[in-house]
Each structure stands twice: as C-alpha cells, then as structure tokens.
C-alpha cells in the first residue's frame, strides 16, 4: 500500500534560506478534458442515464440530471482515484457494522456501480417482463429506485441501500459541482437555486439584506462573459 | 550566520583582541578597522552586491549566477576573500580600478554586467571600506565559469572600444547648488546604488540611453517602471514617504515590489538607513517628468470581457474599485507599474504570480497567484486592458499576442521571482 | 535498519497549528527547532488561490486537504460491548494534514472558555453537590485556571486578530458582548464583522426573547489587521468557503496568515515535510525520551535523536503515537486504571432549520465565523438544578455557506429526491438558514481511546480504536437545548421549523465538527492525567504533548481558542522553566 495520493520526496526547508514558493504553480483542478464515456458500458451509461434523471428530474424549474451531463460526471468520478477508492482505508477484515460505523462495503465505487447495475438490470429482466431498467416506465423506474432506497431490493454481493445512498450522493455532485467535472452543463444546477458559483467576493453584499443577488454565476473556468460573449 | 556574529561583535564594540583570540572569521577581516568593516558592510547592501555575485543554491558572494544579457551569458565573479578563486589577492589598488574602470587585477578588461560605469562613481573611502567588509567574508573556494558570448563579444578587447565610446570613468562630483541630502541621493543612485541599469533605456549595444534616463526599461521580460516626475507612469505623485516606505518594506500603501524589484529590496534598499533611502526618494523626485506619450483608446469587447474577469476574479484583493488594501494588495488605480509604457510586469504578473520582497525585518507572504493555468491569451490580454485603462487609468491596450509572447518566452523561467 | 541522523535540540512532531505556535515561541528565544511534518509544504498563493479554491466537490467532498483514510484512520464503535470496525471514510470529523495542519480549514469561530471550565468538578460540587456528578462521569479539574490562561487568550487573539465584541473588560460588563464571559484584560484586536440578513434575524429574535445576542468572535478579518509578528491579513470578503477550504485572499487567521512568513526567515528553523513519525524512542530507563523515528515518503526510516520533543499533531494522532510508542498506561474502564486515552470527548450539534416565504437570505454571502451567539445556556451559565445534566452549549444563528451539495435544508416531509424534491430544495434554498447548538460533552468511563486488536495502519501499527457514544448528560442537555431553539426559531417568525437531533447515538458518518478532545489529558496528579499543567508528560519529562488532547472535557464552544491559549501557556513554561532547568515542572 503506498502512502496516500500526495506525497512526494521528503524535503527539507531551511527558515531564512529556501524559499518554497515558485512561478506559475498553482495546486489546480484537473478538469474532464473528453466529453466521451470513459468508465460505463452503453449498458451502464442508459442505467445512470435513466435513473439520475428520476432522480433529478427534468421539470418547469430546469433541466434534469440527464441535461447537466450528471452521468458523464460520474463515469468519470469511477474512471478516476475516486473510482478506485484511492484515498480510502481498504484493509480487511469486512463486517457490515452497525448504522453508526459508517460505509463498510469491501468494494470500490466502481466495483459497486458495476456489480449493482448489472444485478438490478437482471432483476427487472426477469421481474418487469424482460425488460431493462432504462427501458421501464417511470413509475416502474421510480418504485425500484425506493426499493433500492429501503434496501428491499438482494442486488447478489452489491449492498442495495449502499449502492442507491452513493447514487444519489454523486447525483448531486454532478448536479452541483463545478461544470469542470461535466456535470453542472452551463451552470444550470446552479442557476436553479440561484447559486453564483464561483465567485469571492461579496463585500456589497454583505449589508443588501433582503435583495435579490445580481450577478450570474462564474465557474473556475469563467463564464461566457471573459470572452465578450453576453 | 557567522558573519553576523562577527558583526555584532564590531558594532557593540567588544573587546577587539579578545575576539581575535577566540573568533576564527576575524582572521580573513582587516583587524581593528570594524568601523570601516561596518560602513562598507552598509555599502555593499547599498550596491546589492550579493544579488549578482551569488548563484542560485550558491554561498553569498561566491559568484557564478548566470547573468543572461542580449549577447550571451555572463558568470558573475566570486569576490569572497579565497586567494585563488576570489579577490582574496587583490590589494586595494587593483580593487579600486576594477570598480573604477571595469578592469580587473590581471588586467581583463570587465564586461558592464558587472555595473561599473555606475561604480566608478564610488569615492575611493567608500571602495576601500567595500573592500574591509569583502575581506571579513569566509573565502570560499569556487572558480568562476567561463561567460558563453557570441562572436565578437566574445573578445573581451572589445570592451575597449565600448568603453571608448559609452564609459567615462570618474568619481562622484556633488552639485553645490542642490542639498547634502539631493547630493547624497544622487550619489547613491547614480553610483553603487546603479538604478539606472534597469530604469534607464538601452541602446542597440546595450548602452544607456542618455536623452531617456530613468524612464523605465524592459529588464529580463520585466519592466522596470518609469522613475521620472512623470503623474501617470512615473512618481509623479508619490510622496518622499512613499518611496522610502517602499525600499524599505517592499511595499507601500500605494504597491508591492515584485520580480527582480522585490529582490533589490530584500538584499540591498531593506538594508539600508533611513537617512539614505530618504536621500534617495529627495534625488528621484528632482528627476524632471518625461514627456507622456497619449496612449490609444482601449477597445469595447476587450474593456467588457476584462471587467468581468477582474470583478469574478481580482476584486476579491484588489477591491472591485481598484484600490487594493493599504501596505497589502496593491492599488491598481492610478498605479504606475500597471500603466507602464509596455505592459510586461502586469502580463507577466497575471500569468506567472508574483512573490514580494521578505526577510527577518519585512515578513510578508501576500504572494500574487498565477493565472496562467485558466485564463486565455485574450482573456489575460483582456483582463489586463481592463486594469490599465479602468478608475482613470490610462494606457495602451494589450494584445493576446503580448500575452503569447510573453507567456512563450517566461514557460522556462524557474527562479523565485 | 533506520539511518541515524544528527541529534537536534528540540523537535517538533508535527506542523499544525500549535506546531506553528511552538516553533514561534522558541526560534524567537533563540532555540533551533525541527518540525517534522507528515504532508507537504502549502502556501496561499499556490495551494488554495481564488484562482481555484472555491470547488466543493474537491475540497468538501474529495477532502482535497484533508488526511485521507488510507494513510491515518482509526476503528469505531459506540459501546465496549461491540466490535470496532475502521472508519473507512472520513464522515463525522475532518482532520487535517501537511503544513498549516487542520487550522488551514477552519470556520474562524474563536471563543474562549468559561472561568467555570477548568475548574468544573470544584465548581459544579460547590453549587450543587457531589451527586450532581453521576458516578460514570470522570469529571476532573484541569490543573489550570482561567486567570492563569487569560493572557495566553489575548496574545492569541492579537496573533490572530480576531474579529469580536467585548463583554467583560477587567469585569466590567460591556454593551453589545457576551456578559457570561470571562474577564478580559483587553478588548479584541478588530471590531466585529457585519452580519448579514440571517444572523440580524437571529439576534433581533434572541433578544426579543429577553437573551444576550452577540456577534461571534471571528478568525475572519473584519478588516485589514497588522499582528504583533508584523505580519499583515486582509479584510473577509464573505466567499463562503472556509471551513474544509483554505482562505484565498490571506483574511482567514492560520498559520500561513499569522507566522510562518515570520517563523521561515528564522536561521534556527528547520521544517522537514512528507516524513511521517512513528514512534517516539525512550532510552533504557523509560524516562527520558532519545528523539523519534520517522518514515520519508519513498519508506526510508530514520532516527532522529532530540534533547525534547514536542508532539503537536491532532489529537487523535497525538493519543495515537504515545499509543504507539507504549509510553504510558493505557486506561482500562474495566478497572479505571490507567490514563492514556481516557475522557475523550466529542461535541454535540443538535440544529433546528429555519425556513421563510419571503426573506431573501443569500446564503452564498457568507463566512466561517458569521453569526449571532446567545451563550445564557452554557457553561454554568444558569441554575442546573433538577435538570438532569450539567454543562451547556451556546446557541449560534451563523451563515457560513450557501455550497449547494453541502447546503440541503428542506422542510419536514420532503421526498428525499425526485421531482417534489427537486421544488423544494429550490424553493427553499435562498430563504432557510439553520440554528445550531455547540454543545458540551462530558468525560464518560466508557467513552475511551485505545488500540484496536486487528486492524492495522500502513506502518504495521494497530489502528487507534475509539469507542464513543452520547450519554445521558448529552441526551438530556440536547432536549433541553433544542427547546430553547424552538423558541428562538419561532421568534423569527418563519413559515416552518424543522428539529435536526443527533443521536440517540453517535454515527461517524455524517459530518458533524471536527472538535475531538482528549485522550492525553492534563491535570492535577499522574493518576487522573497523562500531562501535568504544562502539558507535561508525567512519567518523560523532556516529552511534551500540545494540543486538544489535553481537554479533561470538550466545552460549549469551538476548541480552536483554548487549543491555541494551552500552546501558548505550554510553550512559555518551555521557554522561561523547562529549557533553563530540564526536569520535571510539576514535581508529582
């Protein structure tokens, strides 16, 4: 096992002689660079697809899950260190603990995702008529994910309470975080709350008690404004 | 450390012999002249000498920091007391023509990196107290690289030629119609203190442009500002108090230093007295304003898209009026660096980050982040259009070509500032 | 086989907080001083920019400058009678790690303790009788007092800054400030921050109600602060991003704000990052501590011999490596013997959450310590008689944040996702903000740190084994809170309430403070503590041990302040008693 994700050499640093800081660093994000499936099988991505968007869904109020880009985001996440349960204690042995002691599944995110899709999708194969989740109607879709929910649901190896809490966990992410990660498209998570992003600076704000905030929100990339667009 | 110790000693006047006895250093220093020790310590911060004459990771004044100069790069000399590799066997003669007349002991004719058409200017009391204080050093032994020059600069017989031609040598000649304090300032300046090697225009051999003195130059893909009584671009409209403040500290109410400034400060105007720094903000603010140049209007779409960028992105330092916090983050409004006649320092400052002068008497981490990582060429050449022409700023724009240049020829620098 | 390296004259084990205030104190007295620190060096301008430090999915929820699991955890259960099974996640508590430690992510909210605290057991028996201390309760002084303390509280807050309202100057009580409050001999260095709509709202209620509202006292800079180190902070631009973030624009008070730009040009310092120590060495007496081992990031070992130690890690690490090291007796509830991980203590944060038709909040315009704070319930603050438990909590109505993964208030009965879900959390988002209460815990015989007998850390060390629930003092103090909420909470005049208890008992898993204290507690004699009141350690005099571990029990505040006094008053004994004469300071 290696030490965890950030380390680097030793170093020593001398008070009144190294001075550690450099030009152009900066400790900075690591975006999605490609808009593409990196993690789920067509299979998976029409589960997530499908089953965010109940989750979030689509409504007067904005766009839904499937619109922000949530599943792309956590296609991604699971591509990723937090697929891999990079920074997390991993060592058995495996019990399933009380409610008070917090996640104990012996799998990854991505081994969790993988394993519950797979057996709820065999699930609704055999129960609703040979069909997939994805392929169900929304009120089918609906009383699975709360059987999920309720943990009603023997998903094999895969804990169904586990697997729906961490659903909807990265749902939110991918609702909610910055568009860098691919989910949030056009910041329209954030527009629906009324969240300006981004932003550090709300020294005239601080006295407006009552007012509607005015500007629109920024992400760590900017917005259409900084190239003269709006 | 030891040097310190050493100096302690002098200055609280101990008991000389006893300290000779028992201190190892005192034996390189010249025993029993600690006030001259003292006065030249002080002129060597003056003339920051340990800027240029230490190397990266290197010990203090042990020389070999590469000096890059439109023809080449250039070693610096270790000029610590070792008899072989520094100065150790240099008499105070030899000493004194190299300052003098950029010649060194064996005859070599120096190349003006090494600024001693500003040195010469030195009193041969001042050169010979630089000299007491070098010999306190402990020699180190380190030989000095040889300078990678392009053909004809190569042939050090050269410099005879641009000596001819650009070099007068000749001590200081104070002016009697103007105070002790404007004599002393200039004498700094125009001296050890060398500001015009960076604030003053170079030919195309790398001489001084006399008819543009101290009205700022381009300076390692810096620009150092404008000195002259010029309102917008200069210190027009900085008090005495301003300008000691900020070659005291780094940093002023006004601005911080950045880049090769901050590192004058930290090893050379930080160190020196009041009285002198107050002498050399008296000198400045004589220097007769340039002419100002009208700059361009700034265009539309650039000036938007910067507005934005600064109030998401600056204003959370800086203040979204441009005015920075006093003695913290710099005002941009009506701040000289930022309407220079060329945009360098600010482009580079966005891209890069900057860190300000620091040291035991100056903390001070309100270090500038870089933006290069996120923000476009336009979108920095926007940002920084905005800045300079924002408040009742006023300069000309800049190019996301600027910014490319800039960016394209800084990716390779490594060093602190 | 560990390389031995040059022995030093005082090493600190950990770069935190109190390793800042350590390092500070004693480079300043002349001494060389060595702080080995496990993670990596950080500063503002690089590590947290404004640039890109506003990113809740990395920071709050990747844990971007937190300790991550796979390198430090510890085991979990609620009662001696289960089994511990490893927090495989950070949840409940967020510790730090590298430069800067945990304070880096703090919110700011900077109290000091009541006068009533350190001396509680005397106190308490004084007023109401020793049967006011249930027998499981291992209530104890702590071997300090308050006045002792005070000027450690006032040099750190002009370290700092902070940002308040003083109630008691010199004992006489001032308009606007907390009149429970202990004597100040100076006011706060920089007047209180603004509120915003929220906290006003809870301070008009609060004082409708006949309390005493004041604004909290802040690590966030009301304006721009120049402290005694000459070190200079800006003024908060309420972002809403402190607490799990780092400050981007220098105005929230940390180690990078306050000392190191002062302590890193000091000659007799030395800060070696990403080695981690494992075991502090004691020589063949058991007394006297040799230095320590540590382990680089590539797992080199070396000894690195000291004439003092200064452990100065988090709490749960600081209990951890004495564990580890096998210096001193592990306490066993069985019997009460022994010392080493006894009284860990937790906090206890009950909230009610407000919700309005028509008041825009903004959220979002917020800052770590921004609030209102009514402190009549806490401490010993009001007659306890007959109510079943003693200690407090204050009562905050603070706006820290409008992070909207983070920020989720939604009214009773809501779906938990789905359409319905989705009305209410943008119906409500702008117009709900949420009361909470920083309750007290008190020491239990069968709340106690230890070792865990089967799972292991990275070193091949057991994993430190916490077992910890809320009893009936906290259970019943959380009742009589949440009515009191109640009251101020309708005193808003909002459209809805809804009631958010903890408990009955304590789960790991949702965040709730990172305020863990005990474990290494001083006191009066060595066999109620592990450190006598300079934060000695009883049985190795030249090992002292800094930090929350230290607290007999966790008050109703945030622990930063008195983390902080404790460093101070320790570091000044260091100073002017130990490094003069080595030995013990408290002969026991």
């Not at chain 1, 194969?125 to 609906?142: R, T, Y």
């Not at chain 1, 586990?162 to 691919?182: A, C, R």
Request: proline share 7%; net charge neutral.
């Amino acid at each position: 096992m290696t030490l965890g994700a950030n380390t680097a050499a030793a170093r020593e640093i001398k008070g009144g002689v190294d001075d550690p800081w450099l030009p152009h660093q900066a400790d900075a994000p690591v975006p999605l660079e490609n808009p593409g499936f990196a993690f789920f099988t067509p299979a998976e991505a029409a589960f997530v697809q499908s089953a965010t968007e109940r989750l979030i869904p689509e409504d007067d109020l904005g766009p839904g899950a499937k619109a922000c880009g949530v599943a792309l985001f956590i296609d991604h996440q699971l591509a990723g260190a937090y697929g891999r349960a990079g920074n997390w204690y991993m060592q058995g042995p495996w019990a399933k603990g009380e409610k008070t002691q917090g996640f104990q599944s012996r799998m990854t995110p991505a081994d969790l995702y993988r394993a519950a899709i797979k057996a709820i999708d065999e699930h609704t194969m055999s129960a609703q008529g040979g069909k997939l989740f994805a392929d169900l109607p929304v009120e089918a879709q609906d009383a699975m994910l709360s059987d999920l929910e309720g943990g009603k649901v023997d998903l094999g190896g895969a804990d169904a309470k586990t697997f729906f809490q961490m659903l909807w966990q990265n749902t939110k992410e991918g609702m909610f975080s910055d568009p860098i990660y691919g989910g949030n498209k056009d910041m329209a998570g954030w527009k629906m709350l009324g969240f300006p992003g981004a932003r550090y600076n709300y020294l005239d704000w601080v006295d407006r008690h009552g007012e509607r905030y005015d500007q629109p929100p920024v992400g760590i990339r900017g917005r259409p404004a900084w190239n003269g667009a709006g | 450390m030891r040097q310190r110790a050493l100096l302690t000693l002098a200055a609280s006047g101990a008991l000389i012999g006893a300290g000779m006895l028992v201190f190892g250093p005192l034996a390189h220093g010249q025993i029993g002249d600690f006030s001259r020790q003292e006065r030249g310590r002080e002129l060597v911060a003056a003339g920051d000498c340990v800027a240029c004459h230490t190397a990266p990771d290197g010990q203090p004044f042990a020389g070999n920091r590469p000096i890059g100069t439109p023809f080449g790069t250039i070693y610096s000399a270790n000029i610590t007391p070792d008899a072989e590799t520094g100065i150790g066997a240099w008499n105070e003669e030899q000493f004194y023509r190299a300052m003098h007349e950029g010649v060194a002991s064996d005859g070599r004719r120096l190349y003006p990196a090494f600024p001693y058409p500003w040195f010469t200017k030195a009193t041969r009391g001042d050169v010979d107290d630089i000299r007491a204080y070098l010999r306190t050093l402990e020699p180190v032994r380190s030989a000095q690289r040889p300078n990678e020059f392009t053909w004809p600069l190569n042939h050090r017989i050269a410099m005879a030629g641009w000596n001819r031609l650009f070099f007068t040598p000749g001590e200081f000649k104070p002016d009697k119609n103007q105070s002790a304090d404007w004599n002393r300032g200039a004498y700094l300046v125009e001296g050890l203190g060398h500001c015009g090697a960076c604030h003053t225009p170079k030919d195309v051999f790398g001489a001084d442009k006399t008819s543009q003195r101290y009205q700022g130059s381009e300076i390692q893909n810096w620009f150092a500002p404008n000195l002259t009584g010029d309102k917008r671009t200069g210190l027009g409209t900085w008090s005495d108090q301003d300008i000691v403040a900020f070659l005291k500290a780094g940093h002023n109410n006004r601005t911080t230093a950045y880049g090769p400034m901050a590192e004058v400060v930290k090893d050379s105007t930080s160190k020196m007295s009041d009285a002198d720094l107050k002498a050399i903000a008296i000198y400045l603010k004589s220097l007769p304003a340039a002419p100002a140049e009208e700059p361009s209007a700034a265009q539309g779409t650039a000036m938007s898209a910067g507005k934005s960028i600064y109030g998401d992105q600056c204003s959370a330092c800086h203040q979204l009026g441009g005015d920075g916090v006093k003695n913290m983050f710099p005002s941009l409004k009506g701040s000289a660096a930022v309407q220079s006649r060329q945009p360098l320092s600010v482009v580079r400052l966005i891209l890069n980050g900057g860190h300000p002068a620091s040291g035991p008497a100056i903390p001070n981490a309100l270090s500038m982040p870089s933006f290069g990582w996120k923000l476009s060429d336009d979108q920095v050449a926007a940002v920084a259009t905005y800045i300079r022409n924002a408040w009742g700023n006023q300069a000309e724009p800049v190019s996301a070509g600027d910014v490319k240049a800039l960016r394209d020829s800084v990716q390779a620098v490594n060093s602190a500032y | 086989m560990a390389q031995r390296l040059p022995g030093v004259d005082v090493l600190l084990v950990g770069f935190g907080w109190t390793g800042a205030i350590m390092a500070q104190e004693l480079t300043a007295a002349g001494h060389d001083v060595l702080a080995i620190e496990r993670g990596s060096w950080r500063e503002t301008s690089t590590d947290f920019a404004p640039s890109f430090i506003q990113d809740e999915l990395r920071y709050r929820y990747h844990g971007h400058l937190f300790e991550q699991t796979a390198q430090e955890t510890l085991t979990f259960r609620n009662t001696p009678d289960q089994t511990a099974l490893p927090m495989r996640r950070l949840g409940s508590f967020l510790p730090g790690t590298g430069v800067g430690g945990s304070i880096l992510h703090w919110n700011g909210q900077a109290f000091r303790f009541l006068p009533y605290d350190f001396e509680i057991r005397r106190q308490t028996a004084a007023r109401y009788g020793e049967a006011m201390i249930p027998p499981d309760m291992t209530l104890q002084d702590w071997g300090v007092t308050y006045d002792e303390l005070e000027p450690h509280y006032t040099r750190w807050e002009e370290l700092c800054g902070i940002s308040g309202q003083t109630g008691n100057l010199k004992g006489q009580k001032q308009a606007g400030g907390n009149p429970f409050e202990g004597p100040r001999s100076k006011p706060y260095p920089t007047p209180p921050m603004k509120q915003t709509y929220g906290p006003m709202l809870f301070g008009e209620a609060a004082a409708s109600l006949k309390l005493h509202p004041f604004p909290c006292p802040s690590g966030n800079m009301s304006q721009a602060y120049t402290n005694p180190l000459g070190v200079s902070m800006a003024p908060c631009t309420y972002c809403g991003f402190c607490e799990k973030f780092g400050c981007g624009n220098y105005s929230k008070a940390s180690a990078q704000t306050t000392i190191l730009p002062v302590l890193m040009q000091r000659k007799n310092f030395t800060l070696r990052t990403e080695c981690e120590v494992t075991r502090i060495n004691l020589d063949g007496s058991g007394a006297h501590a040799t230095g320590v081992t540590y382990v680089d990031a590539h797992g080199n070992e070396f000894e690195q011999p000291a004439e003092l130690v200064i452990v100065c890690a988090y709490i749960l690490h600081n209990v951890h490596l004495l564990m580890a090291s096998g210096i001193g007796t592990r306490y066993d509830p069985a019997t009460g013997q022994g010392t080493l991980g006894k009284n860990y203590c937790y906090q206890l944060t009950p909230s009610v959450d407000v919700f309005f038709d028509d008041k825009l909040l903004n959220p979002f315009v917020g800052a770590g310590a921004l609030g209102m704070i009514v402190d009549d319930w806490n401490g010993d603050n009001f007659d306890h008689a007959g109510l079943g438990f003693i200690h407090g909590g204050y009562i905050g109505g603070y706006m820290t944040t409008g992070r909207p993964i983070e920020t989720e208030l939604l009214p009773e009965g809501t779906p938990k996702w789905g359409a319905k879900w989705k009305q209410a959390f943008v119906k409500n988002y702008l117009t709900s903000m949420s009361l909470s209460l920083m309750g007290s815990v008190m020491p239990n015989k069968a709340n106690y740190l230890d070792l865990d007998p089967t799972y292991r850390d990275v070193y091949g060390r057991p994993l430190m084994r916490m077992t910890y629930d809320f009893k009936q003092n906290e259970l019943k103090l959380q009742d009589f809170a949440m009515g009191k909420m109640v009251d101020i909470a309708n005193a808003m005049k909002p459209r809805e309430i809804k009631k958010s208890p903890r408990g009955p008992h304590y789960d790991i898993a949702p965040y709730q403070s990172t305020h863990n204290t005990g474990g290494a507690i001083m006191g009066v004699n060595r066999r109620e503590s592990v450190v006598n009141r300079y934060l000695q350690h009883w049985d190795v005099p030249n090992l002292f041990v800094v930090g929350a571990s230290a607290f007999p029990h966790n008050s109703g505040y945030n622990p930063t302040g008195t983390v902080s006094a404790l460093a101070l008053w320790a570091a000044t004994a260091i100073r002017d008693q130990y490094l003069k004469h080595p030995g013990p300071l408290v002969q026991s």
